[in-house]
């Protein structure tokens, strides 16, 4: 069993501002017409909040069917899309989840592809917008895989933001012939995770030796709830990872991506998929360490739910109490819900989360962003 303590790191890369990358005598973006990322542009462009991702839904099956004629598309009831290309005994399997945090989207939002990044911008409302990078780069990953190898499985999934909803309710059968999966839903750009919360192993130490991280620059980091953490604990029988694709700042309106990580995240996937043939077994006896008779003292589990509270709402500040509450009930058998209350409260206070907010916005001591008047506003009324 894994226990890393929560990791927080601030991007290492300055925060992009629009204001700076406007070349003010010509009143445009001096790279704006770069067309190295069409598809990924495009995909920034469809707004997909959870619960409403009929538009993403739609676009991923027309792309499928129009650029991979022989893949199978299959859908569920909770609005999940499972395509496979190709007849083979086992696969290689990507996941990604296709709803976003954000609620600003302006009809004329534009992706703004510069030299080094891409962001979100509506020139009327002369503000930046949220990309839904997290986890759109994810579906990009996705779709240029499925488009090079000729077997290859892929899952998209509505709702992960809102508790991985599609993913607790996917269809388990499709994941039988898999050798393992890879989802590329995390910010940054050189975290491997291997473990959830600090309780859910994803993968077996042999899956990550054989996937050469360090040719990548990738290094193993403790992660949060995502969907390939949702399958494991649903049984998911083969080793599975969560990679940094190249978003910062993800759930805000300040959020971008940094092309080339985004790219050597693909090199890495692309990497796994050529090298790594075999099954790559892995179940994790050590799922949720309560079951296994542990005799953890209140303080240890107090500690250890605070850690991972902090961890996962600090990346998914969206994250409701009851939502967080619901995820947690039944891990811990010392606390009581009025425990996990008071560690939620005093989280969100501790890191100037709104309770329940429903902007998806963090706000971050000394922070500098291009959010401006907005932040200066929310930062008035809370100091
Ligand atoms: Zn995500």
């Not at 925060?15 to 003010?24: K, Q, S, V, Y």
């Amino acid at each position: 069993m894994l226990r890393k303590t929560k990791s927080y790191n601030q991007p290492k890369h300055e925060l992009l501002t629009w204001g700076n990358l406007l070349d003010e005598e010509s009143g445009t973006f001096p790279y704006n017409t770069l067309r190295t990322m069409k598809l990924l542009k495009e995909l920034f462009k469809i707004y997909s909040p959870s619960g409403n991702e009929k538009k993403m839904r739609k676009f991923i099956k027309w792309w499928v069917r129009n650029n991979i004629p022989k893949a199978t598309i299959k859908t569920d009831q909770t609005g999940n899309i499972y395509v496979t290309k190709g007849e083979s005994e086992t696969y290689p399997c990507l996941s990604a989840h296709i709803d976003q945090v954000q609620k600003t989207h302006s009809k004329d939002f534009e992706a703004i592809e510069t030299k080094d990044y891409i962001f979100g911008f509506s020139r009327k409302n002369k503000r930046q917008e949220g990309l839904g990078a997290d986890d759109k780069v994810g579906i990009w990953v996705n779709l240029r895989c499925l488009q090079k190898f000729d077997h290859i499985k892929a899952v998209f999934f509505v709702s992960e933001e809102t508790g991985c909803q599609g993913s607790g309710q996917c269809e388990m059968s499709f994941f039988d012939d898999c050798r393992f999966v890879i989802q590329c839903d995390r910010r940054n750009g050189n975290d491997l995770i291997t473990t959830i919360g600090g309780w859910t192993n994803l993968c077996s130490p042999e899956f990550v030796k054989a996937i050469q991280p360090e040719l990548f620059g990738y290094k193993e980091e403790c992660g949060l709830i995502t969907d390939v953490g949702e399958l494991k604990e649903r049984g998911l029988k083969v080793s599975a990872i969560n990679l940094s694709c190249g978003y910062y700042e993800p759930h805000t309106d300040r959020e971008f991506i940094i092309k080339e990580e985004v790219l050597n995240c693909l090199k890495f996937v692309e990497h796994i998929i050529s090298t790594c043939t075999d099954v790559y077994p892995h179940e994790d006896d050590d799922c949720f360490f309560g079951r296994n008779g542990w005799d953890d003292s209140w303080e240890e589990e107090y500690e250890e739910a605070y850690q991972s509270i902090e961890c996962n709402l600090l990346n998914h500040p969206s994250l409701t109490t009851e939502q967080i509450l619901n995820a947690y009930k039944g891990y811990f058998f010392s606390l009581k819900e009025g425990d996990l209350r008071q560690i939620i409260e005093e989280v969100k206070n501790i890191n100037f989360i709104d309770d329940d907010n429903d902007t998806g916005m963090r706000l971050l001591p000394n922070h500098e962003s291009g959010m401006g008047k907005e932040n200066e506003r929310i930062e008035a009324a809370i100091l």
